[in-house]
RNA sequence: CGGGGCGUAGCGCAGCCUGGUAGCGCACCUGGUUCGGGACCAGGGGGUCGGAGGUUCAAAUCCUCUCGCCCCGACCA
């Protein structure tokens, strides 16, 4: 299939454009992939559709293999479902609503776990009808509060979803790791390098949830991965392994005694002041829960808080630090000294805080601190783990790794649902036994328009993008130079023989100058380029370039008559990805 | 939702402070010269200055309201 880009919508552009400051949305846009048509929404141009599909077909592909089959749900959905699980409520803003023409309320569909489970139970009696796990390519709509970075954060955007249902946990546990295999097959063929990561399921699910991280220092999200082993773990799940001064066996366990440090309300200026190491602070943090609680959190100078493991920790949806005001109230002294010793509420303290000996903390006074001050002798509390992961901790798993921090961007989650969405919405079944039991649930996720643009991320140089030839929305850029009758004849010619031996060719056929051409192939990233003109056809030949070779001039000189074959030949070994 | 910024030709911007009938570069059209890494010369077309209201003899410019977009943060199963 030859495609001329005189007869196209590719409207590549010199300048940057304002709006843009990640790679990918600023190449996407002077390439022309995409074109913006409202916050968070955006059309595709043929090139950017033509990846979109590439990447969909590698889904398709792997999902089927898998066993899952496709189906199609609406984008347009009656409240009833979400309604009937809490989600009309809990998604809150995010989800956009609308109402039909009696008045009745809609929603547009921002994830589908009520509908699949509707589906799924109006038809499903018995166990012998599971496991079943269904899958669509569909177009998502959520109301983010800020959506951001061209097409990596959308309102609305293409998703892949799977759903599967199965008798009970170890069955789910089997579906999980298929799909778990499915999508690292997924991402190696598209070409990504990305790491498979901890992450935390969230108020919803289970205990059982990964995310495949694309890795690029623009992404959202702080991964941290074992320098040793394969633990990796988004930040917000990742556990911590106990640090050298964590396993330091206590000494000699001094008496409180209470200093006066006038001032000095943070860790900094305290440590300076007593001339001590922040590790040596155990340090108290209040936060109140979404029923207004006060709780004190302690950890050791040197560690921060994870709000998302600590609101795990307490059972609770989400934790807030307290306002100052609540601090002075509860602690009776200013922000910066408050502590364990006399706080009356609710104390958790992080396990590697336990151990401090001789420790420093705030007196529940203003300008003053305790020194001596030793957990389990002079204070109790609940033993938790709140510290945020950081690069340098120690790995959990092994015994000799540390983290590495990375930067990542979400492009897959696969979750062990559990029977959340199966019990509130009765999807049973009778098993061997004829007794009724909920199906265990999982889904899983891709962001398919987002990994276009994380393909970008990862793939493009000053010049422009350099698509993996999976997902390339042609394997070849012809270019022409000049109007020359015979260039034209052994363009088409050539253009007949690779499309003849599957390749798809981008053929600028514009009455442009060499250099327009070139940079504008450069910007638009196909993985080859053939370039024809007056001084190559004179040798009854034409020149192949690789897109990674940076060297203008490290191109192959071909005949004419062994350019399909040579071309065809360097295609479809690039095309071929270990998996 | 909090903080900041920006809306002037298709794109990137100047003009606004100090009101006087809109300009530059790129792109586009015509002609010519060019032609292997974003050419040059000449001529030309294109703008209700985001919208509404107000002040004024006069508003892109000053005032009020409003809409949109971007960035940082909060948020984002």
């Given at each position: 299939?030859?495609?001329?880009?005189?007869?196209?919508?590719?409207?590549?552009?010199?300048?940057?454009?304002?709006?843009?400051?990640?790679?990918?949305?600023?190449?996407?846009?002077?390439?022309?992939?995409?074109?913006?048509?409202?916050?968070?929404?955006?059309?595709f141009?043929?090139?950017?559709l033509?990846?979109l599909r590439k990447i969909e077909a590698i889904v398709r592909e792997e999902m089927n293999r898998s066993g899952a089959l496709e189906v199609l749900m609406p984008a347009l959905l009656p409240a009833d479902y979400f309604?009937?699980?809490?989600?009309?409520?809990?998604?809150?803003?995010?989800l956009f609503?609308l109402?039909?023409?009696?008045?009745?309320?809609y929603h547009l569909g921002p994830t589908h776990e009520e509908i699949i489970t509707d589906m799924v139970r109006r038809e499903v009696?018995?166990?012998?009808q599971?496991p079943l796990n269904h899958y669509q390519v569909q177009t998502k709509f959520r109301?983010?509060?800020?959506?951001?970075?061209?097409?990596?954060?959308c309102?609305e955007f293409t998703m892949k979803d799977a759903y599967s249902f199965?008798?009970?946990?170890?069955?789910?546990?089997?579906s999980?790791?298929?799909m778990?295999?499915a999508?690292?097959?997924i991402?190696?063929?598209?070409?990504?390098?990305?790491?498979?990561?901890?992450?935390?399921?969230?108020?919803?699910?289970?205990?059982?949830?990964?995310?495949?991280?694309?890795?690029?220092?623009?992404?959202?999200?702080?991964?941290?991965?074992?320098?040793?082993?394969?633990?990796?773990?988004?930040?917000?799940?990742?556990?911590?392994?106990?640090?050298?001064?964590?396993?330091?066996?206590?000494?000699?366990?001094?008496?409180?005694?209470?200093?006066?440090?006038?001032?000095?309300?943070?860790?900094?200026?305290?440590?300076?002041?007593?001339?001590?190491?922040?590790?040596?602070?155990?340090?108290?943090?209040?936060?109140?829960?979404?029923?207004?609680?006060?709780?004190?959190?302690?950890?050791?100078?040197?560690?921060?808080?994870?709000?998302?493991?600590?609101?795990?920790?307490?059972?609770?949806?989400?934790?807030?630090?307290?306002?100052?005001?609540?601090?002075?109230?509860?602690?009776?002294?200013?922000?910066?000294?408050?502590?364990?010793?006399?706080?009356?509420?609710?104390?958790?303290?992080?396990?590697?805080?336990?151990?401090?000996?001789?420790?420093?903390?705030?007196?529940?006074?203003?300008?003053?601190?305790?020194?001596?001050?030793?957990?389990?002798?002079?204070?109790?509390?609940?033993?938790?783990?709140?510290?945020?992961?950081?690069?340098?901790?120690?790995?959990?798993?092994?015994?000799?790794?540390?983290?590495?921090?990375?930067?990542?961007?979400?492009?897959g989650?696969?979750?062990?649902?559990?029977?959340?969405y199966?019990?509130?919405m009765?999807a049973?079944?009778?098993?061997?036994?004829?007794?009724?039991?909920?199906?265990?649930m999982g889904c899983y996720g891709i962001g398919v328009s987002r990994l276009?643009?994380?393909?970008?991320?990862?793939?493009?140089?000053?010049?422009?993008?350099?698509?993996?030839?999976?997902?390339?929305?042609?394997?070849?850029?012809?270019?022409?130079?000049?109007?020359?009758?015979?260039?034209?004849?052994?363009?088409?010619?050539?253009?007949?023989?690779?499309?003849?031996?599957?390749?798809?060719?981008?053929?600028?056929?514009?009455?442009?100058?060499?250099?327009?051409?070139?940079?504008?192939?450069?910007?638009?990233?196909?993985?080859?380029?053939?370039?024809?003109?007056?001084?190559?056809?004179?040798?009854?030949?034409?020149?192949?370039?690789?897109?990674?070779?940076?060297?203008?001039?490290?191109?192959?000189?071909?005949?004419?008559?062994?350019?399909?074959?040579?071309?065809?030949?360097?295609?479809?070994?690039?095309?071929?990805?270990?998996?």
């Amino acid at each position: 299939m030859v495609q001329r880009i005189t007869r196209a919508l590719v409207p590549t552009i010199k300048e940057t454009p304002a709006e843009a400051t990640n790679a990918s949305h600023i190449m996407l846009l002077r390439a022309g992939f995409i074109r913006q048509l409202g916050a968070g929404i955006y059309n595709f141009l043929p090139l950017g559709l033509r990846v979109l599909r590439k990447i969909e077909a590698i889904v398709r592909e792997e999902m089927n293999r898998s066993g899952a089959l496709e189906v199609l749900m609406p984008a347009l959905l009656p409240a009833d479902y979400f309604k009937e699980t809490g989600r009309w409520d809990l998604y809150g803003d995010t989800l956009f609503r609308l109402k039909d023409r009696k008045g009745g309320d809609y929603h547009l569909g921002p994830t589908h776990e009520e509908i699949i489970t509707d589906m799924v139970r109006r038809e499903v009696r018995s166990y012998r009808q599971l496991p079943l796990n269904h899958y669509q390519v569909q177009t998502k709509f959520r109301d983010e509060a800020r959506p951001r970075s061209g097409i990596l954060r959308c309102r609305e955007f293409t998703m892949k979803d799977a759903y599967s249902f199965d008798v009970d946990e170890a069955a789910a546990v089997k579906s999980y790791e298929t799909m778990r295999e499915a999508y690292r097959r997924i991402f190696t063929r598209a070409g990504l390098t990305f790491r498979i990561v901890q992450a935390d399921s969230g108020a919803i699910g289970g205990k059982t949830s990964a995310e495949f991280q694309i890795l690029a220092d623009s992404g959202e999200d702080a991964i941290v991965a074992c320098d040793n082993c394969d633990y990796a773990a988004n930040v917000e799940a990742a556990e911590v392994g106990d640090g050298p001064e964590s396993i330091d066996p206590r000494g000699t366990l001094f008496s409180i005694e209470e200093v006066h440090t006038p001032g000095k309300g943070g860790i900094t200026a305290v440590a300076e002041f007593l001339g001590v190491g922040a590790s040596q602070f155990i340090k108290s943090l209040l936060y109140t829960t979404p029923k207004k609680e006060l709780v004190m959190v302690c950890l050791r100078g040197n560690h921060e808080v994870n709000e998302v493991k600590l609101a795990a920790a307490l059972g609770v949806a989400e934790v807030h630090l307290a306002a100052e005001a609540d601090v002075v109230k509860a602690t009776g002294a200013k922000v910066g000294y408050a502590g364990p010793i006399g706080f009356k509420g609710r104390v958790v303290i992080d396990s590697s805080a336990t151990r401090v000996s001789n420790g420093v903390t705030g007196a529940n006074k203003t300008d003053y601190h305790l020194k001596g001050v030793n957990f389990g002798r002079d204070f109790q509390a609940e033993k938790v783990d709140v510290r945020a992961a950081s690069a340098g901790d120690r790995c959990p798993r092994c015994a000799t790794g540390h983290f590495k921090a990375y930067k990542g961007i979400e492009g897959g989650h696969i979750f062990i649902l559990g029977t959340h969405y199966s019990s509130k919405m009765r999807a049973v079944f009778l098993d061997e036994k004829g007794e009724e039991k909920p199906m265990v649930m999982g889904c899983y996720g891709i962001g398919v328009s987002r990994l276009v643009a994380s393909a970008v991320e990862q793939h493009s140089d000053a010049d422009g993008i350099r698509w993996p030839l999976a997902i390339a929305p042609y394997h070849v850029h012809l270019c022409t130079l000049g109007n020359d009758a015979a260039i034209n004849t052994a363009a088409e010619t050539l253009c007949q023989s690779l499309e003849a031996r599957g390749i798809e060719v981008l053929w600028d056929d514009r009455d442009e100058r060499p250099g327009v051409k070139f940079k504008d192939a450069d910007l638009i990233g196909i993985p080859y380029r053939v370039t024809i003109g007056a001084k190559t056809i004179a040798q009854n030949a034409c020149e192949l370039k690789a897109r990674t070779q940076r060297d203008s001039k490290a191109f192959e000189l071909i005949s004419l008559a062994d350019a399909p074959e040579r071309i065809a030949q360097a295609v479809h070994a690039a095309v071929r990805v270990e998996v």
